[in-house]
């Protein structure tokens, strides 16, 4: 893993100073973009490695604490794959189908706060 972090964060870097000629300007977004990526890479071999509740875990905290739409599309990727296991594949990794939809729900929730649009679905 650290290998493939190494050559996305040179990558942005390489990239933020060919398109700008200013590294310390553009510092923080490449180091962001990277965080997205890894944390998208890693969201990926989770789910590979069938750890679905521990994918999901660290999809909602990085969408929580770095919300990045690349990231977004990854979750909404994420849990249409889970969707398309049948319950005896999830139920063989502790993972419910009704958390399919409480965590797109969740990753929606997300959204809608970091974009700083009201959520008018409230329970009256």
């Known amino acids: 893993m650290d290998v493939i972090q190494q ?3 040179g990558g942005g870097e390489v990239l933020a100073k060919l398109l700008t000629h200013k ?4 510092e923080i977004v490449v180091e962001q973009a990277s965080a ?3 944390a ?5 071999s989770l789910l590979a490695a069938e750890d679905y509740g521990e994918a999901e875990r660290m999809l909602l905290k990085e969408l929580d604490y770095n919300f990045d739409f690349e ?6 990727e994420f849990f249409n794959a889970l969707d398309k296991l049948s319950d005896a594949e999830l139920a ?7 958390r399919i939809d409480a965590g797109f729900q969740k990753q929606f929730a997300i ?3 970091k974009c700083g649009f009201k959520n008018n679905t ?3």
Do not use: Q
């Open 7 to 9: 050559m996305i964060r």
């Open 23 to 26: 590294e310390e300007a553009h």
């Open 36 to 38: 997205s990526r890894e």
């Open 40 to 44: 998208c890479i890693l969201i990926w």
């Open 71 to 76: 990231l977004y599309d990854t979750g909404v």
């Open 92 to 98: 063989a990794h502790n993972y419910a189908r009704d």
């Open 111 to 113: 959204l809608i706060d």
């Open 122 to 124: 409230s329970n009256s």
